[in-house]
């Protein structure tokens, strides 16, 4: 078969599956499926319990749902407090808060001291063949597809790999967070150099660094950052560390878990979630989506254009044509994410010390006109406002982080909370997650291949 017959015979069977394959939306109804496991009002079905991370968007009045101001709390601590805290004593976090999830309790200074040098230990012990062998010898454009393969290939390094004991998961997700800036970082370094022909930088990590302070640190040719740099990628891994239970990677990993694999698998089904775009991937759009508007947008002052493009968007008549204003809106939130309120604090002292006052002005007023914009055009159940995602890209974009590191640094911080989570679901021994689908296709009699069609 010739390249173009095999191209016009796939065509042909992908029409096949569309035609077979589609369900009817209105049995969906009908049969009451929570779709994406959450109701119209956009709250989630009920599939298990945790003590690491509780998302607060509601209170329950006279039975009634009524949106509040959102929270996030780790382990019973409002992130607010915590990122207070860790600013007001100048010192970064991201271990702290770390230490927090997997462990139940805020770390004291000699226990803090002691998990940052088992980091900082892991961290040194990543094998030169392995930087060698597995990431420079297969670079990929895509560094969660770097990542996930090499998540998966250090099972093969690792004499206790299948070993799901408590005490042996937790040395498996430690190591994990120590090397996932690591391989992150050096492959994009790899992919830089191969592709595009840029020089080649692979430092070695300082065991003292913090992993906000390591990611600049081997990123850079340099190695050179500020302090307000470093804080404030400190804060973005933070507020990524963790998100309940039932975000998408998150459930994934706890899906994986009950089926009793693993380490490896579970963190590789995880960041698998998490690179596609509906989840990890949002930052990017927001940034992307910002880049047009600012083509697009003649006076970025004028709020009338600016209002005029956000219609275009949502009647896909702007950016991609797909109908969404990025960064607005979230599954769970409603009024406010707690997340962007915090990072929005810092994102404009950032751009004031890189000099994009201009663009956080812009940003402020797609967060401010955004929300207005919408609740006119659509029917909406529940409030929409800025998301964490829609300042985190624009940081990022400050800091000098290539897009394709963008959901890699989502993942450096998501690691510590689904270690937690992993390290929960072995603890208490839960079932295998298995929930139902129903068959809606009719039944069909046999047929002979000679009366086929």
Not at 382 to 392: P, T, W
Request: with cysteine; aromatic share 10%.
């Amino acid at each position: 078969m010739t390249d173009t017959n095999m191209i016009s015979e796939i065509a042909r069977l992908a029409s096949l599956c569309k035609e077979n394959g589609q369900i009817d939306p209105e049995l969906y109804g009908k049969y009451e499926v929570k779709r994406g496991l959450r109701d119209i009002s956009g709250k989630g079905v009920l599939t298990g319990l945790t003590e690491i991370s509780e998302i607060r968007s509601y209170t329950i009045i006279d039975n009634d749902m009524i949106p509040c101001e959102g929270k996030l709390f780790y382990r019973g601590y409002d992130v607010e407090d915590l990122v207070s805290g860790i600013i007001r004593d100048q010192r970064l976090g991201f271990e702290e808060t770390s230490y927090l999830l997997i462990f139940g309790k805020l770390p004291n200074q000699t226990e803090l001291t002691q998990f940052h040098n088992i980091i900082g230990e892991y961290r040194e012990n990543l094998p030169t063949s392995f930087v060698r062998d597995i990431i420079m010898k297969a670079p990929s454009h895509d560094m969660m597809n770097t990542l996930a393969r090499s998540v998966l290939t250090l099972y093969a390094y690792d004499d206790k790999a299948d070993d799901t004991s408590v005490e042996n998961v937790l040395r498996q997700c430690l190591q994990l967070i120590a090397l996932f800036p690591l391989i992150s970082v050096y492959g994009y370094q790899a992919y830089s150099h191969y592709h595009d022909g840029n020089s080649l930088y692979i430092h070695q990590p300082l065991k003292e660094q913090s992993t906000a302070e390591t990611v600049l640190h081997i990123l850079r040719s340099d190695s050179k950052f500020t302090p307000l740099e470093a804080k404030i990628l400190d804060i973005a891994l933070i507020l990524h560390a963790e998100h309940g239970g039932g975000n998408n990677s998150t459930f994934t990993n706890h899906v994986v878990t009950s089926s009793g694999t693993d380490t490896y698998s579970a963190m590789a089904a995880s960041l698998c979630s998490l690179r596609g775009p509906k989840h990890g991937g949002a930052n990017i759009k927001v940034v992307k989506m910002l880049e047009d508007m600012k083509e697009q947008v003649k006076d970025w002052e004028d709020e009338d254009e600016i209002v005029q493009y956000l219609r275009d968007l949502l009647h896909k008549r702007a950016f991609d044509k797909k109908g969404l204003i990025y960064g607005m809106g979230h599954a769970v939130y409603s009024i406010s994410d707690p997340r962007a309120k915090i990072f929005k604090e810092f994102v404009e002292k950032l751009s004031i010390e890189k000099g994009y006052e201009k663009e956080y002005g812009l940003y402020a007023k797609v967060e401010r006109l955004a929300p207005q914009v919408i609740a006119e055009e659509r029917k909406i159940y529940k409030g929409v406002s800025a998301n964490v995602d829609f300042y985190s890209g624009f940081v990022y974009h400050m800091l000098e982080l290539p897009l394709e590191l963008y959901t890699p640094i989502f993942a450096i911080a998501r690691i510590a909370g689904w270690s937690a989570h992993r390290i929960e679901e072995i603890i208490n021994e839960g079932k295998i997650i298995r929930p139902a689908y129903k068959s809606v296709s009719k039944h069909m009699p046999y047929k002979d291949m000679k009366d086929r069609g």
